[in-house]
T-cell receptor
């Protein structure tokens, strides 16, 4: 199957700083990437959908000015958590779908990024 | 997107067969049923997908009755490494590439030695 990577795998930062998380499709062109957030013992919650070359679509309740998403190329999407606070501490997961994937419509998930804000 | 209902948790001993049932009463004609597995601190991993009757791969089997209002994921002879959360998702395969997957609460399977 297709491979999606995330970097970093875990990050610890001070309150008020900004953190950038990268999501890469390694062996396919990702026309669409999704960003999810998962709190302990809970399910994945969709934050936003990003299509290459266009602005991301955010879910209700997700602050677009706080969670900046850029999908400038077919292999890379970034999520920047601006002015992070302890309540932003969570597990952030991206998924990708796109062209030249044998399994039509299938999405592939990254390994996730554990963000801890002190 | 059709809503799904699964048991919150299940326990099983090693070597047993585990069946996790998912209800999706409002499944649409074009919807497929997909199961994902998630280990702690990892992204979900695709297990199996089906539309009707039975699908089997090297990991699991998926049983779907004629009315398609439910489905059962069957894991043969589970081991400790099968301890994970299992999610049942229902959606239109032809559009799911551009449509986000909606995750329910999932079923937390604990395999005991």
């Amino acid at each position: 199957g297709a491979v999606v990577s995330q970097h970093p795998s875990r990050v610890i930062c001070k309150s008020g700083t900004s953190v950038k998380i990268e999501c890469r499709s390694l062996d396919f062109q990702a026309t669409t990437m999704f960003w999810y957030r998962q709190f302990p013992k809970q399910s994945l919650m969709l934050m936003a959908t990003s299509n290459e070359g266009s602005k991301a679509t955010y879910e209700q309740g997700v602050e677009k000015d706080k969670f900046l998403i850029n999908h400038a190329s077919l292999t890379l999407s970034t999520l920047t958590v601006t002015s992070a606070h302890p309540e932003d501490s969570s597990f952030y997961i991206c998924s990708a779908s796109g062209l030249d994937i044998p399994e039509v419509g299938e999405q592939f998930f990254g390994p996730g990024t554990r963000l801890t804000v002190l | 997107l059709a809503k799904t209902t699964q048991p919150i948790s299940m326990d099983s001993y090693e070597g047993q067969e585990v069946n996790i049932t998912c209800s999706h009463n409002n499944i649409a004609t074009n919807d497929y049923i997909t199961w994902y597995q998630q280990f702690p601190s990892q992204g979900p991993r695709f297990i199996i997908q089906g539309y009707k009757t039975k699908v089997t791969n090297e990991v699991a089997s998926l049983f779907i009755p004629a009315d398609r209002k439910s489905s059962t994921l069957s894991l043969p002879r589970v081991s400790l490494s099968d301890t994970a959360v299992y999610y049942c998702l229902v959606g239109d395969l032809t559009t799911s590439g551009n449509t986000p997957l909606v995750f329910g609460k999932g079923t937390r399977l604990s395999v005991i030695a």
